[in-house]
């Protein structure tokens, strides 16, 4: 088909990329002030709850921040891994578009 041209979307991924990024760096300030704060109570409150309840968050803490390490691998190798895919593809596909402008002309 004449003058159709084939292009890989590359433009979504560096949209995803920006965004992962932006949503790992909120979700590190939420953790931060998480903390703060649970240092905070924690300094002023003792006994058998303030144990009870530092189990819980110490626990449920320590599984947010394996999430924090999942997000930082997929936004890490796995995303440049996926864009340079698909700036491959792309490239190849331009090739192939030029061919076929090439062809067309002659």
Avoid at 22 to 42: C, P, Q
Avoid at 49 to 60: H, R, S
Avoid at 76 to 81: C, F, L, Q, R
């Amino acid at each position: 088909m004449a003058g159709l041209f084939v292009s890989a979307d590359t433009i979504k991924i560096g949209d995803f990329e920006k965004q992962s990024t932006e949503a790992i760096e909120e979700f590190n300030k939420i953790m931060e002030e998480f903390k703060r704060i649970n240092r905070e109570l924690l300094d002023s409150w003792k006994g058998a709850g303030a144990d009870a309840y530092k189990y819980e968050t110490d626990n449920i803490l320590e599984k947010i921040e394996s999430l924090d390490n999942v997000l930082n691998a997929i936004n890490g190798s796995a995303v440049k891994d996926i864009r340079k895919s698909y700036s491959d593809l792309d490239e190849e596909l331009g090739k192939k578009n030029r061919e076929q402008i090439t062809k067309e002309g002659e």
